[in-house]
């Protein structure tokens, strides 16, 4: 009588794992241990990308779809007068969703033979949270400065038709509409996260998946805030003057102009497209000298 030899399960690899690695701590034998039982590299990233990006964005959306709900915070909200309604959050989010299966989920299924040549570590051990930290650091600054360009450019009038107007729907932005664009713009501006640590590990030769996936986290989590419509006391930027934030975002949205960047102030700054009350005060004290002078 042939016996049945039934695949290993997951918990099942987990354990042989520990029992030979008893060095290894407990996140990198699940994730060893992943890999192991998925058998199929491409799959196992694609899968474990895919989770990662759904979970978090919706996850991270959720408390601000719950502030918008209950009115709990309203006066703390930029845009008093324009509370996104339950319909509009639905729509919203049915509209990303369609976006993540039919322009995102392609691009993450490429992701893991796009890391492999380039030179992406998949193995353990994970990195240390000083190097995860710095090339995080590093990925922000060059994103920063994508995004701001890119952002600019869907500005022009034709593009801004074509493309970007989408995105500028709702004038008062709310945590689920980081996302809603148009499937050019997110393969444009996406192309921005993930293609900056890529050109890092092709260049040094030093990166692994972890820290590019807790990149991709604090982005979101970045991009999902900045469009929450909510200014509050202990907001990041009263902490870290340079950096964007909610009420630098809103007023992008709201006024349709400036305010280019996605994480940091210094570019809109540098390039004279801020649009704030101290930025238009400082124009026309410009202006105003410039025709003394002539």
């Not at 309203?74 to 319909?87: A, L």
């Not at 993930?194 to 989590?221: D, E």
């Not at 102009?257 to 124009?283: C, M, Q, V």
């Amino acid at each position: 009588m042939n016996s049945t030899v039934l695949p290993p399960t997951y918990w099942g690899q987990y354990q042989e794992i520990t029992n030979s690695n008893a060095h290894l701590s407990v996140p990198e034998r699940l994730w060893v241990a992943w890999y192991a039982w998925m058998q199929n590299d491409v799959l196992a990233t694609g899968i474990m990308s895919f989770a990662i990006h759904e979970l978090l964005y919706f996850g991270r959306s959720l408390p601000w779809v719950l502030i918008d709900i209950s009115g709990c915070f309203n006066g703390y909200k930029i845009q008093s007068n324009k509370v996104p309604s339950i319909r509009e959050q639905w729509d919203c989010a049915k509209f990303v969703l369609l976006s993540h299966f039919t322009v995102e989920l392609p691009q993450i299924w490429l992701f893991h033979p796009l890391a492999q040549f380039c030179g992406l570590s998949t193995s353990i051990p994970f990195p240390s949270p000083w190097t995860m930290a710095y090339q995080i650091a590093i990925f922000f600054v060059m994103e920063d400065a994508w995004h701001y360009f890119f952002h600019r450019a869907l500005h022009w009038g034709p593009l801004y038709k074509a493309i970007h107007k989408i995105h500028h729907q709702y004038s008062a932005p709310f945590g689920l509409a980081a996302e809603y664009a148009s499937p050019i713009e997110v393969m444009i501006l996406g192309f921005g996260t993930v293609s900056c640590p890529i050109l890092w590990c092709a260049v040094t030769g030093n990166l692994h998946i972890l820290t590019m996936y807790v990149w991709i986290v604090l982005r979101l989590f970045q991009a999902i805030d900045a469009h929450s419509g909510y200014e509050f006391p202990w907001s990041l930027h009263h902490f870290l003057p340079f950096w964007a934030g909610a009420d630098h975002h809103d007023l992008h949205h709201e006024k349709f102009i400036g305010n280019y960047a996605s994480s940091f102030r210094w570019w809109d700054y540098l390039l004279d497209t801020e649009y704030t009350p101290d930025a238009l005060k400082r124009r026309r004290e410009n202006k105003a000298k410039a025709q003394k002078t002539q």
